[in-house]
């Protein structure tokens, strides 16, 4: 997808908020052109020649690629937030970022992933860590707001993805994306049960659904359910079926871990 397309289609779904002006500062007077391209009758709903039901199935073909675009570029934001947490940008980390937007979006993907993502970082340089982390957490905001929350746990779970890039987490990174749940209004407890996922011990079991050793078997149970309601894949299936099976190795890391507690408990 040509980066106007994508950004275009970012902006279809979302022309206002932070994210829009900070996609703006990255992108110059670009921005105002693109803006004017987006913000048409065709967007809007309104479509000559084309039945009611053609228009809706097209409009919610629009909705999906904005909600999709928007993922995209949040994950690129909170992204360069997270790598620079411990002060320093590792060639492990950019090259795992490259690969997860290859893997999960395609070759273009990864090379306009990429150039936005060395934007936001010079973008950081210039307005110092702690205007970029104002401007990160007003992004959180109005992530909250346009992702539901199993849509914002799979953005989460790129994240801690991206932080296990050089074989250890910084606890200076683990705060940042903590910082970036809380402020998706999200529990930080979500980021201990992530980064329980790439272990198989019954600890581990433990701490990827959130519950003590010391829970009844009712309280285990239901923590499973919740657990695997929220990060059911099908929650994320309008984001693309790339997302869609990432999602989809993450809920068998769940399953994983249920599997050991309840082998544990002879359940």
């Excluded at 994210?19 to 004017?36: E, R």
Aim: proline share 2%.
């Amino acid at each position: 997808m040509a980066i106007g397309k994508w950004i275009g289609g970012f902006l279809g779904f979302m022309t206002a908020g932070p994210l829009g002006a900070l996609l703006g500062i990255l992108f110059g007077g670009a921005f105002d052109a693109m803006l004017d391209g987006v913000n048409t009758p065709e967007t809007q709903g309104t479509f000559d020649g084309q039945s009611g039901f053609e228009s809706n199935v097209y409009g919610q073909q629009r909705v999906n690629q904005g909600q999709r675009n928007s993922f995209l570029f949040s994950m690129l934001v909170l992204t360069s937030y997270i790598i620079k947490a411990d002060g320093k940008v590792m060639h492990s980390e950019m090259e795992l970022v490259r690969n997860v937007l290859q893997q999960n979006f395609g070759n273009v993907a990864r090379q306009q992933g990429d150039d936005i993502l060395r934007k936001l970082f010079e973008e950081q340089k210039r307005v110092g860590a702690a205007s970029f982390r104002q401007t990160v957490m007003q992004c959180c905001g109005q992530i909250a707001t346009s992702l539901d929350y199993s849509q914002r746990l799979q953005l989460l779970n790129f994240l801690v993805l991206i932080s296990q890039a050089d074989g250890r987490v910084d606890p200076s990174e683990v705060r940042a994306m903590k910082e970036c749940a809380q402020w998706m209004q999200m529990s930080a407890d979500e980021i201990d049960s992530m980064l329980g996922m790439c272990k198989d011990d019954l600890a581990s079991a433990y701490q990827v659904l959130g519950v003590s050793p010391d829970a009844t078997d009712d309280e285990v149970k239901k923590a499973y359910r919740k657990l695997a309601l929220e990060h059911h894949p099908d929650k994320v299936a309008a984001l693309g079926e790339d997302i869609r099976r990432a999602a989809e190795k993450k809920f068998q890391k769940i399953n994983e871990a249920k599997e050991r507690i309840w082998k544990a408990r002879g359940l």
